[in-house]
């Protein structure tokens, strides 16, 4: 433990509160960092940290100053500071040499302890994958991830942001899903994550985008996937373009289709929502985005996984999940597909989370297109709050083709 009186101590977890991602963490946690880490002493010119080296200690200067001498700039910095906190939570090369002016101390913290300390805030994690995204599409970064030339963020959510990027061989686009690192810090995250892509990698439907590659990187996973040109309806619904009834039902069977496999194959995606189901140019519907899929059963261990505005509630409770979550998850896009909003909450999370909760859904609101009796009814299945109560993808792929036969099954 090192030795300071409180006001001092006060004052360094005054500035651990300091930057991004650590603004998050509790005091206790803070606190802890301290006592874990080593209080060290510095000459005049001595090197904290080297540029291009794989050291991942944090450092808290706590007295004096230092020079972070970067490739085309140098910068003083005053106690007190936090230094290579980047590095250590990524786990990539340094990129600066930090060196002492005068005599300084500073508190050497071990990555392992910080990382301790990140897993402990789901809002940590995620303002950290914002940082890192940030840093990888920044004009003065390599802007490379792995062997892909990154070209720009294209989609932001909570289970992590998704890259348009280019193949270095073949010079074709692709997309890259980057996992959030809320999500690949867990304690059992790489395995997760390793045993599901696994699975998602064998998976050949044209309503399910290719997963066809996953690797690690900067603290976190990559999954890589073809491009594919089209819009989401997320996209449709932002430009307001209006579904037709026509149009509705095709969503529906398609998305319907694709869960069918997805389910038969024992994985849950977990995140259906309108930014995760594509139109392609030509029209066809493709499920995107696997970053919080899971295995049939799975539980969240209390931690809301997904979309509140789409989230079943078994999923909000963190109970064990099956394929009819996902069934619900599409019932509420296709509820906001038909009347203009999900079925509860809009953008208030705590409303949404409640209404799913304990509200009733109404089907009495004004409507964009007159979908008909059937439909609503068999929708208001589809999202019975209780998953005895409603179908399987199959049974409801089913159940809609014979309310409404208009839908046309398109060839395989």
């Known amino acids: 433990m090192i030795s300071a009186d409180d006001a001092t101590r006060d004052g360094w977890v005054a500035s651990l509160k300091e930057p991004p991602v650590l603004c998050h963490l509790a005091e206790s946690r803070l606190r802890q960092l301290l006592d874990d880490g080593e209080l060290r002493q510095y000459e005049d010119g001595a090197e904290l940290i080297h540029a291009d080296t794989r050291t991942f200690a944090v ?3 706590v007295d004096g100053a230092c020079d972070v001498q970067r490739v085309d700039a140098r910068v003083r910095l005053h106690a007190p500071a936090l230094i290579g906190e980047i590095a250590a939570l990524t786990g990539t090369s340094r990129t600066a040499t930090v060196c002492a ?24 994690g995620q303002e950290l994958t914002e940082l890192v995204a940030d840093r990888i599409c920044a004009p003065d970064s390599i802007q490379e991830v792995g062997r892909f030339k990154v070209e720009g963020i294209i989609g932001r959510g909570g289970s992590g942001r998704v890259f348009r990027a280019r193949h270095p061989l073949l010079d074709i ?11 690949a810090l867990l304690p059992d995250g790489p395995s997760t994550f390793i045993r599901e892509a696994s699975l998602l990698v064998h998976l050949d439907h044209p309503g399910i985008v290719r997963v066809l590659d996953a690797f690690e990187a900067h603290g976190t996973f ?35 289709d694709a869960l069918v496999a997805l ?63 996902d069934v619900y998850s599409l019932a509420c896009t296709l509820y906001e597909l038909v009347f203009a909003e999900p079925p509860f909450g809009g953008d208030e999370i705590d409303s949404a989370i409640d209404g799913h909760l304990h509200g009733t859904v109404t089907f009495d609101r004004p409507a964009l297109v007159d979908m008909g009796a059937p439909f609503l009814h068999w ?34």
């Open 101 to 124: 002016v005068g005599c300084a101390s500073a508190v050497v913290i071990e990555r392992e302890s910080f990382l301790d300390a990140i897993r402990s805030s789901a809002a940590a």
């Open 59 to 61: 450092f808290l200067l």
């Open 173 to 183: 686009p692709i997309a890259l899903k980057m996992l959030s690192h809320a999500l």
């Open 222 to 256: 990559f999954i890589v996937m073809p491009w594919i040109e089209g819009g989401t309806l997320r996209d449709n619904i932002d430009g307001k373009s209006k579904f037709s009834r026509e149009q509705i039902l095709r969503v529906a069977d398609e998305a319907l």
């Open 263 to 325: 389910h038969a194959a024992g994985m849950v995606h977990r995140d259906i929502k309108p930014s995760n189901l594509l139109l392609t140019s030509s029209g066809k519907l493709v499920l995107i985005d696997f970053g919080i899929a899971c295995e049939c059963n799975a539980s969240s261990e209390h931690r809301l996984i997904g979309s509140p505005s789409y989230s079943s509630p078994e999923q909000i409770l963190g109970r064990p999940v099956d394929g009819r979550s």
């Open 379 to 412: 929708l208001k299945r589809c999202l019975s709050r209780t998953r005895i109560n409603r179908p399987s993808a199959a049974a409801a792929r089913a159940a809609l083709r014979d309310v409404s036969p208009l839908v046309i099954p398109h060839e395989r």
